[in-house]
């Protein structure tokens, strides 16, 4: 059983550009948490997704950031016009159907120029 | 929102000695996860606890609940230790992270 797989690893965008960011979850989980760490920061939540639906968008700042979670395919998390303070590693983790076990990906490591 | 609070934030200890790792939380939780985090590198899942003590190898973690504290040890350091330690506790739909540990094991 495959693990929690992110691509790309690294990520470099230039300011304006928009960044997309892949999770494919662990085989029979059907949910998906995005989590960012900033720099010299810890991780923080930022969305929980099931298939179709998004559960809770609480840590997602309001603007610019979008996640989704379709029927077919990866999870995406989705950064429009990215500035210098995007610039974190992003790291999604998916569950089966009882959360609080959670497994995690190895992260996308957004650089903004 | 669910405080978590990591002591120390770092530490240095020479190969084979015993470590411990304390997390501290303020409300109450579904569970409580260790997590460890090389540098530059991925995050793996330690330990899930949700009451009492668990053990994998030279790693232990415990909890308790009435005083929502818990602590990971390590016995017999190794530098192959040397990672970022994080607890993370389960609440409602989300994780509160600490800050995270850093440890460095000197041969």
């Known amino acids: 059983n495959a693990g929690v797989m992110q691509n790309p690893r690294h990520l470099v965008r230039r300011r304006g550009q928009e960044a997309r960011l892949r999770c494919s979850p662990m085989?029979?989980?059907?949910?998906v948490y995005w989590y960012r760490q900033l720099p010299e920061e810890g991780l923080k939540f930022m969305v929980y997704?099931?298939?179709?639906?998004?559960?809770?968008e609480s840590g997602m700042p309001k603007e610019r950031f979008s996640a989704e979670f379709p029927k077919e395919g990866p999870s995406i998390l989705r950064i429009q016009q990215v500035v210098r303070g995007d610039s974190a590693a992003y790291f999604c983790?998916?569950?089966?159907?009882?959360?609080?076990?959670?497994?995690f990906g190895p992260g996308t490591r957004l650089t903004v120029t | 929102k669910n405080e978590v609070e990591q002591s120390p934030q770092n530490l240095t200890a020479q190969e084979g000695e015993f470590i411990t790792i304390n997390c501290s939380y303020s409300?109450?939780?579904?569970?409580l996860h260790w997590l460890q985090q090389h540098p530059g590198g991925g995050i793996v899942s330690l330990f899930m606890?949700?009451?009492g003590k668990k053990k994998h190898g030279r790693l232990i973690a415990t909890i308790n609940i009435q005083e929502k504290h818990s602590s990971l040890h390590i016995t017999a350091s190794h530098p192959r230790d040397s990672a970022v330690y994080i607890c993370?506790?389960?609440?409602?739909?989300?994780?509160?992270f600490g800050t995270g540990t850093s440890l460095t094991v000197i041969p």
């Open positions: 085989k029979g989980h059907s949910h």
């Open positions: 606890l949700s009451s």
């Open positions: 993370a506790s389960a609440t409602g739909n989300q994780f509160y």
């Open positions: 983790a998916s569950s089966p159907d009882s959360f609080p076990e959670q497994y």
């Open positions: 997704l099931q298939k179709e639906n998004i559960i809770d």
């Open positions: 409300v109450g939780i579904s569970a």
